[in-house]
């Protein structure tokens, strides 16, 4: 009888980097008591595949760069890790996050996928400015690791005003007002004492010296 039989191989290439060719194939056998012989090719592939290099740099970025440092809200870091060629590094490459601050980063150990690896990064305290998020990447017992650091900034609440410098006196106070006022226009010359303009006292003082001296004239005749 015959059958088709196939197998996995591991293909080590060195060190080198670059394009390689792999053939493989799938054939129809035929098999007696004193062995087995391959009768012809069922299947058969040539594909080309990319062979990567050890990490080479790592480039961060974060999706929701300002947060509210308050433990609850996150940024998502994320490491694009690639060798010298510029090529995505190969699936499973160890990534280490961390948080220089009060903050964590979770997950903080992770590998590549497509040559990317992202992490959940929080901060507890309101009052720090901001997280520094660092990374490591690679291998040490295979290459060099390779570090990179990203700041995550901590977003100030809308509306607060910024605080008075020091040594700076406290802004007075306007008075409050009750009823309905008119337009305030000034004191005009007013007399702040009593309340009243000037000029219309300087009038009624006028007037009453005339008519004092109207009465007298009267009283003459």
């Keep these: 009888g015959s059958e088709a039989v196939a197998a996995y191989v591991v293909i080590c290439g060195g060190k080198e980097t670059g394009k390689a060719t792999i053939a493989a194939s799938i054939n129809a056998i035929s098999c007696t008591d004193t062995g087995c012989t391959a009768l012809s090719s069922l299947d058969k592939d040539k594909p080309t595949i990319t062979v990567v290099g ?33 090529n995505d590094v190969a699936d499973g490459v160890p990534v280490n996050f961390s948080v220089i601050a009060r903050g964590t980063a979770k997950p903080a150990r992770t590998v590549t996928k497509d040559g990317m690896a992202s992490t959940q990064v929080t901060a507890f305290s309101e009052s720090t400015e901001g997280l520094t998020v660092g990374v490591d990447a690679g291998d040490v017992a295979i290459a060099n690791v390779i570090q990179s650091s990203i700041r995550v900034d901590c977003a100030k609440a809308l509306g607060s005003a910024p605080p008075p410098a020091a040594g700076s006196a406290p802004a007075a106070a306007a008075p409050a007002r009750s009823g309905v006022h008119g337009p305030d ?37």
Aim: aromatic residues 2%; glycine residues 10%; positive net charge.
């Design 54 to 86: 050890a990490p080479a740099t790592v480039v961060l970025s974060a999706v929701n760069a300002s947060i509210k440092c308050d433990g609850s809200e996150t940024a998502t870091v994320t490491a694009k890790v690639t060798d010298s060629a510029g």
């Design 185 to 221: 226009t000034g004191t005009g010359g007013a007399d702040a004492s009593r309340g009243l303009p000037a000029w219309p006292m300087l009038a009624l003082i006028v007037a009453a010296l005339t008519l004092a001296g109207v009465r007298a004239a009267v009283k003459r005749d």
